[in-house]
C-alpha cells in the first residue's frame, strides 16, 4: 500500500510504508467488575457497595423491584404516578424545597420507572453523601402523597401525554408495545392513558404506594469514592428505618406474555408527515433465557450498531435513512426483538421488505460468515471495559443485578461466554428467536403513498388510532 | 484539573496530551476549526454534510471507519456546529495506535476515498436526518425560524448548520474536495489524546503518523455583520398539540464578558425545578406545560432564549408578561444569596462532574479541545469555573439590564396548524428556507 496516494493539490509526498498500514487492534483490555461488598440494613434491604475512586463523586441507586407491569389493569400509569408524587414532597419539604435541598448538594434525584423495577438515583460529591442517603430516606418513608400534588402531577402528566401524541416515534413504540404485548402487563409504558390518569384518585396512590415501596427486595447500590463500610453505616443511620406501611405486597407476580398470534400491519396515518416511523417485530425473550450472549452477538450483527447489517444496507448502501437498529428488548418475564427506522415516506415499502429480507436472511440464507460474526463478538468484548468508567455506570450495571436477580460473577463471566459463542448458536438462536412470520409492521407516517403496497406483506393491514 | 502536555508539530496540528490511568482506556478527540458559519451562501450544509463524509473511508482505510474501530471495541462519533466539528473514538488501550492512524489518514489522504457515488449516497443520508430530527419533529424548525429572524442573511448564524435542503441538493463533490482542502488539515486542528498513554511514546506516534501531512493555506476568519438588536413578533405553525414561545436575547459569545453570568443568569430564571418561573408558572399556577432557559454561547455570538410551553388553554401573551416579569425583579432585586449559592454549588459540583469519562461528547477530550480551540488553553478550565463561581447579585443585575429587556427580544410563536389565535398578536409569520 501506500503507492498513487495523494493529497489532491497538496504535491507529491514521500511514501512511507509504515504509515500507510492499517495498525492492528493490539490485545485486548482486561477488566474484571469491581468487588461489591453486600450488606443487609435493619429495614430488610439489601445494600451493596462498589468502590471506585477516581474523583470524589458517589452515585446512589435505590431499585425497588415494582414497576408498570404491577399498574392495576384499570389504571395503567399508576407506577409512573406515585414515582411523580415522591418527589413531590415530604414531612419537612415541598417538592420545590426537595429539588432545592438536592440541587444544594449538586444533585438532583431522578427517577426512573421501568416495566420491572422502579430506580430512584442521584450522583453528588462524596462529602454529601450522607446527607443526599438522608433526603432519599425521606422521600421512601415520609412521602407527603398530598391530594393538591395529585392534582399538578395528573395535570403535567396529561399535557405530556397530549404532547407525545405529536411525536411520530412515541406512537409508533406504543403501538407497538401494545400490539406485541396485547393485554399483558408489558403491554403499556409508564405514561398510562389519559383516560386512566383522569380517573387515579389519591387513595389508589397510597395503597399503591404502600404496597410498592418496600425495603424487603429492594437494593440500594453506592458507587463511588467512599469506604464500604462508611457507605453501609451512613445507609443505616438514614434507611435502617424504613418500614414498609403494609404487612405484604398485593401485587401478583407477572406472567410470561403468551404471544398474540396476531402478525400484522398496523398504519397510523399522519397526512403530509415527510418521514414514516418504522417498527417491525415481535416478542422477545426474557433476560433469563438460556441463549442471551448468543443473542447478544446475533444483534450486533444484525443491526446493534453502526456498521451491522440493516444499517450498512438501509444507511451506508442506499441512503434511505440516517439510521437504523434492531434491539433485544429483555424484561425480567418477557421482552421484545425490533427493529427501527425511521426513513423518507416513498421509501417506506422498500425499507420494511429489506427489513423481512434481513431477518429471514440471518436465521436462513445468509447465516452469520466467519468474519463477521468475528467482528461482532471482538466489538462486544474488546468495548466491553467502556463500561466500567464512572460511578454511574457501576451502579446501573448493580442496578441491572438487581432487576434480574443475577449472580454476581456475570460481569466477569461475560467476554468468555460471548467469545464462545459459535456461528453454529448464532443461526440456530436466529431461528428460534427472530420470526419474520410473527411480526408486526408498525408504520407512522403519510399513509397515502405506500399503504397500498404494504398488502403486499402477507398480513392484515389495519388502520390504528393509538390511545393516549 | 485536568493535567496536560500541550505540543506543536512542524505543520502546526496542535496536540493536548492528557494521562489517565484508571482503566486501559484512550480517548482520541480532534476538533478542525470549521463549521456552518465558514459556509459560503449557496452551500449551506456543507460543513456537516462533511463531516459525514469523514466517516466514509480514507485513502488507506476505504471501506469505512466505523467497521475497523468498533472491531476494536471501540465507539465512535462526530458532530457539526455552527463554529467547528469534533470527531472522537473511545477504544481499548491496545488499540490507541489504531485509532490514530484512521485520524491521521483522513486528515491527511480523505479526498482519493470521495467518490460521487459515496456523495450522493452520504447527502440522501443528510436529508434524511433533517427530516427525522427537524422537519417531522415537534417545534423542530423553530430554531431554524429564529437564526433567519435574528441574524442577517450574510451573517453566519443565519443559517442551520444541517443545511437548506436546496442547498444540499445542489452541492456537488467538488464542493466537498473543495472545502477539504481549505479547512481540514493539520493548523486548523487540534488533537486531544486522554487516558492510558505514556505522554513521550504517545508524542512520538504522534509525530510519525500525523508529521507529514502537509499544512495548509492560511485560513480568513468569517466576516461578522452587526446583529440588529429590535424587538420582533414571529409566529410558525407546526404539527403540535400545545403553542410554545420562544423569547430570544442576541448576548455576549462564549468566554466572553457577562456569558457565564447570562448562564446562571437562565437557571435562575427558567431552567429547572429550582427555578424562579418553575415555582410560578409551573407548580403554583399551572399556566405553563413545559420551560426552560438557555444562554446559547456560540463563538461568535450567542443568544439567550426562554421558552414556555402553554398549559391547554393558556394565552402565550401570559407566559410572555410572567418572563418579562420575573426577568424585571432579577434586574430591580437581583437574585439571593440562597439562590447565589446553590448556583455556586452546582457549578462546582458540574464541572466535576463532567472529570469523569475520557471521551466523548464532553469527556476530558473534548474538553481540552474546546479549550484549546476557543481560548488557545487547554488550561482553561480553571477559567472557566471561576466565571461561575465569582458571579455576584450585582452581575446578575447588570447583564439582565444590559441584554434582556422587552426592547430587545425576538418572539416566535410556535402554533398548532390552523390555530393563529393562539400566537402573540401581531405575530409575522415566519420564514423557514427549504
Not at chain 1, 404491577?70 to 411523580?84: E, F
Not at chain 1, 433465557?289 to 444484525?302: K, Q
Not at chain 2, 430530527?133 to 423553530?142: D, Q
Not at chain 2, 464532553?362 to 465569582?390: C, H, I, M, W
Request: proline share 5%; net charge negative; glycine share 8%.
Amino acid at each position: 500500500m501506500g503507492s498513487g496516494t495523494f493529497r489532491a493539490g497538496g504535491g507529491d509526498l514521500v511514501t512511507d510504508d509504515r504509515r500507510f498500514v492499517m495498525p492492528a487492534a493490539g490485545a485486548p483490555a482486561h477488566v474484571t467488575f469491581p468487588p461489591m461488598v453486600r450488606a443487609t440494613l435493619s429495614s430488610g434491604a439489601r445494600v451493596w457497595t462498589i468502590h471506585h475512586d477516581t474523583i470524589p463523586v458517589v452515585t446512589i441507586a435505590l431499585v425497588v423491584s415494582v414497576g408498570s407491569a404491577c399498574d392495576p389493569a384499570a389504571a395503567p400509569g399508576l407506577a409512573g404516578v406515585v414515582a411523580d408524587l415522591l418527589d413531590e414532597g415530604t414531612d419537612r419539604f415541598d417538592a420545590i424545597g426537595l429539588a432545592e435541598a438536592f440541587a444544594s448538594l449538586g444533585s438532583e434525584l431522578s427517577i426512573d420507572v421501568g416495566p420491572d423495577t422502579t430506580t430512584f438515583t442521584l450522583t453528588t460529591l462524596t462529602r454529601f453523601m450522607e446527607r443526599a442517603l438522608a433526603l432519599l430516606g425521606d422521600v421512601m418513608t415520609r412521602p407527603r402523597l398530598h391530594e393538591s400534588d395529585l392534582e399538578r402531577v395528573r395535570e403535567m402528566r396529561l399535557n405530556r401525554l397530549r404532547q407525545v401524541r405529536s411525536s411520530a416515534s412515541a406512537v409508533a413504540d406504543r403501538a407497538f408495545l401494545s400490539a406485541a404485548f396485547g393485554a399483558h402487563p408489558y403491554g403499556h409504558g409508564t405514561l398510562g392513558t389519559s383516560a386512566a390518569l383522569a380517573r387515579v384518585s389519591i387513595d389508589d396512590v397510597r395503597a399503591f404506594h404502600a404496597a410498592a415501596m418496600r425495603p424487603l427486595g429492594a437494593t440500594l447500590i453506592i458507587a463511588g469514592a467512599v469506604a464500604a463500610q462508611d457507605a453501609i453505616e451512613a445507609a443505616e443511620r438514614q434507611l435502617g428505618g424504613w418500614q414498609a406501611s403494609a404487612a405484604v405486597s398485593l401485587f401478583a407476580p407477572v406472567p410470561a406474555a403468551m404471544s398474540s398470534g396476531l402478525a400484522r400491519v398496523i398504519v397510523v396515518d399522519r397526512p403530509g408527515a415527510p418521514q414514516t416511523e418504522v417498527n417491525v417485530g415481535h416478542l422477545g425473550p426474557a433476560r433469563n433465557v438460556d441463549e442471551y450472549h448468543a443473542l447478544v452477538t446475533l444483534n450486533a450483527l444484525l443491526g446493534g450498531q453502526f456498521s451491522s447489517r440493516i444499517n450498512l444496507n438501509l444507511r451506508e448502501a442506499r441512503g434511505l435513512t440516517y439510521g437504523a437498529r434492531t434491539a433485544f428488548d429483555f424484561r425480567v418475564r418477557s421482552g421484545t426483538f425490533s427493529c427501527e427506522t425511521n426513513v423518507q415516506g416513498d421509501a417506506t415499502p422498500l425499507v420494511v421488505s429489506e427489513i423481512f429480507k434481513e431477518f429471514e436472511a440471518v436465521g436462513g440464507s445468509r447465516p452469520a460468515e466467519t468474519d463477521e460474526l468475528e467482528r461482532a463478538k471482538s466489538s462486544i468484548t474488546r468495548g466491553f471495559v467502556r463500561q466500567f468508567e464512572t460511578s454511574e455506570q457501576l451502579a446501573h450495571a448493580a442496578a441491572r443485578l438487581a432487576t434480574f436477580e443475577l449472580s454476581a460473577d456475570i460481569f466477569d463471566r461475560f467476554v468468555p461466554e460471548v467469545e464462545a459463542v459459535t456461528p453454529e448458536a448464532v443461526s440456530a438462536a436466529a431461528r428460534r428467536h427472530i420470526r419474520p412470520d410473527d411480526a408486526i409492521v408498525v408504520v407512522v407516517g403519510d399513509a397515502s403513498t405506500w399503504r397500498e403496497q404494504l398488502a403486499a406483506l402477507d398480513r392484515p393491514v389495519e388502520d390504528a388510532e393509538i390511545e393516549f | 484539573m485536568i493535567p496536560f502536555t500541550k505540543h506543536t508539530l512542524g505543520n502546526g496540528l496542535q496536540v493536548v496530551v492528557h494521562e489517565d490511568h484508571h482503566l486501559p482506556l484512550v480517548a482520541v478527540n480532534v476538533w478542525y476549526h470549521v463549521g456552518s458559519a465558514n459556509e459560503a451562501p449557496g452551500r449551506s450544509g456543507l460543513a456537516h454534510l462533511f463531516e459525514h463524509l469523514m466517516f466514509k473511508g480514507a485513502a488507506h482505510q476505504p471501506h469505512g471507519f466505523f467497521e475497523p474501530l468498533q472491531k476494536a471495541g471501540g465507539s465512535l462519533n462526530g458532530s457539526t456546529s455552527a463554529d467547528r466539528t469534533n470527531y472522537w473514538s473511545v477504544v481499548p488501550e491496545g488499540a490507541t495506535e489504531l485509532a490514530l492512524w484512521m485520524e491521521a489518514d483522513r486528515m491527511g489522504w480523505l479526498v482519493p476515498a470521495l467518490s460521487t457515488e459515496r456523495f450522493e449516497t452520504e447527502r440522501e443520508v443528510v436529508l434524511n436526518e433533517r427530516r427525522q430530527s427537524y422537519e417531522n419533529r415537534p417545534y423542530g424548525l423553530a430554531y431554524f425560524a429564529l437564526s433567519e429572524a435574528i441574524y442577517p442573511s450574510d451573517h453566519p448564524y443565519h443559517w442551520p448548520t444541517i443545511g437548506y435542503p436546496s442547498d444540499l441538493r445542489a452541492a456537488t463533490v467538488d464542493n466537498a474536495r473543495a472545502f477539504f482542502e481549505q479547512y481540514y488539515h493539520p493548523a486548523n486542528a487540534s488533537l486531544a489524546i486522554a487516558g492510558d498513554v505514556r505522554t513521550d511514546a504517545v508524542m512520538r506516534l504522534v509525530e510519525r503518523l500525523f508529521g507529514a501531512i502537509p499544512a495548509g493555506p492560511a485560513l480568513l476568519a468569517p466576516k461578522i455583520p452587526a446583529v440588529p438588536v429590535a424587538p420582533r413578533r414571529l409566529l410558525l405553525e407546526d404539527r403540535v398539540e400545545l403553542p410554545r414561545l420562544y423569547l430570544m436575547f442576541p448576548s455576549p459569545a462564549l468566554f466572553t464578558e457577562d456569558d457565564a453570568v447570562l448562564d446562571v443568569t437562565a437557571d435562575l430564571v427558567a431552567n429547572g425545578r429550582t427555578s424562579r418561573l418553575y415555582r410560578t408558572l409551573l407548580h403554583d399556577r399551572r399556566r405553563a406545560a413545559g420551560l426552560g432557559a438557555g444562554q446559547g454561547s456560540r463563538e461568535l455570538g450567542s443568544l439567550f432564549q426562554v421558552v414556555a410551553t402553554a398549559a391547554p388553554g393558556i394565552m402565550l401573551d401570559e407566559l410572555r408578561v410572567a418572563v418579562m416579569d420575573e426577568l424585571e425583579r432579577l434586574a430591580t432585586a437581583g437574585p439571593s444569596e440562597a439562590e447565589l449559592e446553590r448556583a455556586r454549588v452546582q457549578a462546582e459540583a458540574s464541572f466535576l462532574y463532567r472529570l469523569q469519562t475520557l471521551g466523548g461528547f464532553g469527556g476530558k477530550a473534548d474538553q481540552l479541545n474546546a479549550y484549546n480551540v476557543y481560548t488557545g488553553s487547554p488550561s482553561y478550565f480553571e477559567q472557566d469555573l471561576d466565571r461561575y463561581l465569582r458571579v455576584t447579585a450585582a452581575d446578575v443585575q447588570r447583564a439582565v439590564r444590559t441584554f434582556l429587556s422587552a426592547g430587545q427580544a425576538v418572539a416566535l410563536s410556535v402554533v398548532p396548524q390552523g390555530q393563529r389565535q393562539w400566537a402573540l398578536e401581531l405575530s409575522e409569520p415566519a420564514v423557514v428556507t427549504s
